[in-house]
């Protein structure tokens, strides 16, 4: 994302121009936008005329609409973002008040007015989607024989790219080159999407995750492919490869695959891997049932009014779809939390993308959860006395309680 133009006042109040240069930027945008905000961009507008004799002809015009955000689309496979609003500023094709959808498009510019002013959360979004020291991508290959899962990892998703399916007969006794034969067409198909997939000029980290030994022959596959087709693209991206174990070779098995030492040695200084050791870490403080993990909106609250989310250890995990929230207070109180412990308290704020797995694990236990950095008890009793609730307390060591 480049930033073309800004213009702040003291009172949080101004606009913002940005231009999105890769599919990735219209997931920070999907984020920006709220409903309320004023989007102005290119747009396609069907415009009726009516002639002298009284027929009618409707052609397609290109303008530039402004329009108040009411609701929003985005396709996460595609990457496209369409904005639904009603016309503010009337031009030659719209009149005020009259709907329209607004398809966000790479390599255009848009520009953004908030009604409500730029709170510190949106700002850092906006901080960090400019920001050109951008974390390298992940591939991922989550497979089992017979099927694989090719899936790219961002500093805000994670994204199916592909599924390959092939039959591999069963060994049997007197069988094997049955079996031998399906899984070299099952290997070939997976490495030729898996090429088609990745830009062979860059040099990323490739995880290849499965049960048993399936990873570890599709490696040793790739290599000897490469040598005996003289393919040096290829043969220069032996070093990225990380064969790692898997349950499953289903794209779930990611989060674990994600948590190996291996793969946090090769990905340590990614925004990611820091987020995936931070869940971790929370999960395990949670099993311990020691007061020093919670979860839930008001446990968290209490938590940082009592200091214990601030420098020394303090660390609060929130989830970025409560920032889209359609109600302005919900969305308040969220920046409020998180400008007291980041900038109040001196603790640690990490907005999880609930496109990740880590991120899905959040929502999971409803979007929010924080390491102390002393124990508390007790900060769900007010809640269920209150609600008249029971169930378990945010720190229990039950299913519910647990990632």
Do not use: C
């Given at each position: 994302m480049r930033l073309i133009k800004q213009s702040f006042e003291r009172d949080g109040s101004g606009s913002i121009t940005l231009f999105p240069e890769e599919p990735e930027d219209m997931y920070h945008a999907f984020n920006i936008i709220r409903a309320g905000d004023r989007l102005k961009a290119s747009a396609i507008r069907r415009v009726t005329t009516e002639s002298a004799t009284g027929s009618t002809s409707s052609t397609r015009v290109h303008t530039t609409l402004t329009i108040e955000v009411t609701d929003m689309d985005f396709d996460t496979q595609s990457g496209q973002l369409h904005v639904s609003g009603r016309i503010a500023v009337e031009t030659k094709y719209a009149k005020i008040g009259q709907h329209h959808t607004l398809d966000l498009e790479l390599q255009r510019n848009f520009s953004l007015e908030k009604k409500e002013g730029w709170d510190s959360v949106s700002r850092e979004i906006v901080r960090a989607a400019c920001d050109p020291v951008k974390s390298a991508d992940i591939w991922a290959c989550v497979m089992e024989e017979g099927f694989a899962n090719l899936a790219v990892l961002t500093g805000s998703r994670t994204v199916l790219r592909q599924r390959v399916e092939v039959s591999v007969p069963k060994k049997r006794a007197g069988g094997a080159s049955d079996h031998d034969k399906g899984l070299e067409k099952f290997f070939q198909i997976t490495l030729d999407t898996l090429?088609?997939?990745?830009?062979?000029?860059?040099?990323?980290?490739?995880?290849?995750?499965?049960?048993?030994?399936?990873?570890?022959?599709?490696?040793?596959?790739?290599?000897?492919?490469?040598?005996?087709?003289?393919?040096?693209?290829?043969?220069?991206?032996?070093?990225?490869?990380?064969?790692?174990?898997?349950?499953?070779?289903?794209?779930?098995?990611?989060?674990?695959?994600?948590?190996?030492?291996?793969?946090?040695?090769?990905?340590?200084?990614?925004?990611?891997?820091?987020?995936?050791?931070?869940?971790?870490?929370?999960?395990?403080?949670?099993?311990?049932?020691?007061?020093?993990?919670?979860?839930?909106?008001?446990?968290?609250?209490?938590?940082?009014?009592?200091?214990?989310?601030?420098?020394?250890?303090?660390?609060?995990?929130?989830?970025?779809?409560?920032?889209?929230?359609?109600?302005?207070a919900v969305r308040r109180r969220w920046v409020k939390l998180v400008d007291r412990v980041r900038d109040v308290e001196g603790g640690e704020v990490r907005v999880l993308s609930s496109e990740h797995e880590s991120g899905k694990r959040l929502d999971g236990l409803g979007g929010i959860a924080a390491i102390l950095t002393f124990p508390l008890e007790g900060l769900d009793e007010d809640d269920n006395e209150d609600q008249g609730q029971t169930g378990p307390p945010a720190n229990d060591n039950t299913n519910d309680g647990q990632s």
């Open positions: 090429l088609r997939q990745i830009d062979m000029s860059e040099s990323k980290p490739i995880l290849l995750a499965s049960p048993g030994f399936t990873a570890a022959a599709f490696l040793k596959f790739i290599v000897d492919t490469a040598t005996r087709t003289g393919n040096k693209a290829l043969i220069a991206q032996k070093p990225n490869f990380v064969v790692v174990h898997s349950s499953s070779g289903h794209l779930h098995s990611l989060n674990e695959v994600l948590q190996t030492p291996e793969v946090l040695a090769r990905l340590k200084d990614t925004k990611y891997a820091r987020e995936t050791k931070l869940m971790e870490d929370f999960t395990t403080l949670l099993r311990k049932d020691d007061g020093r993990a919670w979860y839930g909106p008001n446990e968290v609250e209490q938590a940082a009014e009592k200091g214990a989310l601030g420098r020394g250890g303090g660390v609060l995990l929130i989830a970025d779809k409560l920032f889209r929230a359609q109600d302005i």
